[in-house]
């Protein structure tokens, strides 16, 4: 009897002994899952920290490169002149020239008279080859869409539009006929004429009616503050005309640039000196300008020099004066050709109470009258709106400083 109590003792303890094993593997299994997972949680981190820091590495690295960019000395721009036994010589951006060493990584065959380079500034040994580049002024005066103005827009001027387009237009049209006869054409023509007579008119009708590259300019754009920089400029001008040809250049106020030299002059007539002689070495230089033509304006042609006046350069001097009786009543037309005018209304009467009216007065004048009209609210444009409108004109033109007349409008 006691052996089999010791027996099913014996027996309860296994089972006791299984059980507590049971719950320490199970707190194992536990414990381990969580390790596992909190290993795998860190080792995620890991990876994020390690991305990061490859992040904030490259940032540093490309912090570092733009702060010695920053602390680098600035490059001086230069022009090759020639090329002398592995040397070259440069004209700096001041106008000095020097004898430099030349980077030997650089390609030597692009070294050739008139390339821009870099010159480093402690050395000047050239540094960079550096692309052809136009002034903005210069690359900016190209007129991509034609104005919209046409010859028809433009009344009382038929026999200067007829000698513009012998001198600019026809050279382009039929060039071997000017061979054949055996004549050069035409280089430029100069319009001259008072404020307001449509030699800018002229200039822009020529845009729109030609293929050619249209490149315009005001002459004191010209006029530039530093030595060498003015002839520069103009130098670029007719390069790109000529990459660009056919071309026209339209230079407007050209007595700028243009006026007499002076035997006595300050530092800033002689840069404009400069400028001129530049200009008439171009037009009248060692290269063909066939297929580059030259419009100036100016309403003072009495202060241009002569030797820009003689024939070679300006071949032809178109003069547009003030309009007479008939041409007025021709720009008259012109500008009131989509406005609604009352019966009875001659623009014979119009051109003959606006003498000495230029065409831009004449333009102001519709306009006004226009305004006149709109403003009291009416679908046409009367007799009355018209006298009012040309004797503000008028008194603006005799008094532009001072107060218009009152009651103009009662």
């Not at 004048?365 to 444009?381: F, L, P, Q, T």
Request: hydrophobic share 40%; charged share 25%.
């Amino acid at each position: 009897m006691a052996s089999e109590a010791d027996e099913g003792s014996g027996g309860l303890d296994d089972l006791e002994n299984q059980a507590s094993r049971k719950d320490a593997l199970d707190s194992l299994r536990m414990d381990y899952q969580e390790l596992t997972d909190k290993a795998q949680q860190l080792l995620t981190e890991k990876l994020f920290l390690e991305n990061e820091f490859d992040q904030l590495k490259k940032r540093t690295s490309r912090l570092e490169e733009e702060l010695s960019n920053i602390r680098t000395p600035p490059l001086i721009i230069g022009f090759i002149q020639d090329i002398l036994d592995g040397q070259a010589i440069v004209r700096s951006s001041n106008g000095t020239v020097f004898m430099v060493s030349v980077n030997r990584r650089l390609d030597s065959t692009n070294l050739k008279p008139g390339s821009r380079v870099a010159l480093n500034q402690d050395t000047l040994s050239v540094v960079e080859i550096l692309s052809d580049s136009w002034d903005p002024l210069v690359s900016n005066a190209e007129i991509l869409d034609s104005p919209e103005v046409e010859y028809g827009s433009i009344g009382g001027l038929e026999e200067q539009i007829r000698e513009l387009k012998e001198a600019i237009e026809l050279p382009f049209e039929n060039p071997e006929a000017f061979s054949k006869f055996g004549i050069d054409p035409p280089k430029g023509v100069l319009l001259t004429g008072p404020p307001g007579t449509g030699k800018t008119m002229l200039a822009k009708a020529v845009a729109n009616s030609t293929k050619a590259t249209f490149l315009g300019l005001v002459g004191a754009e010209l006029a530039q503050k530093y030595i060498g920089e003015g002839g520069r400029m103009v130098r670029e001008l007719f390069e790109l005309a000529k990459q660009k040809s056919p071309a026209i250049i339209f230079i407007d106020e050209i007595d700028s640039i243009g006026s007499k030299r002076l035997d006595v002059a300050t530092s800033g007539d002689r840069e404009v000196q400069r400028t001129l002689m530049q200009l008439l070495s171009e037009i009248d230089g060692f290269e063909n300008l066939d297929n580059v033509k030259v419009i100036a304006a100016t309403n003072r042609p009495e202060l241009l020099d002569a030797a820009l006046l003689r024939p070679g350069r300006f071949d032809r001097i178109i003069q547009i004066p003030i309009p007479d009786l008939v041409a007025r009543e021709t720009i008259f037309g012109v500008h009131t050709k989509s406005m609604p005018l009352s019966k009875g209304l001659k623009l014979s009467y119009l051109a003959s109470i606006s003498e000495g009216f230029s065409g831009a007065e004449i333009k102001s004048s519709v306009v006004e009258a226009g305004i006149s009209a709109i403003s009291e609210n009416r679908k046409s444009v009367t007799k009355k709106d018209f006298i009012n409108a040309i004797k503000k004109v008028e008194n603006n033109r005799k008094n532009p400083s001072g107060p218009a007349n009152e009651g103009l409008y009662a």
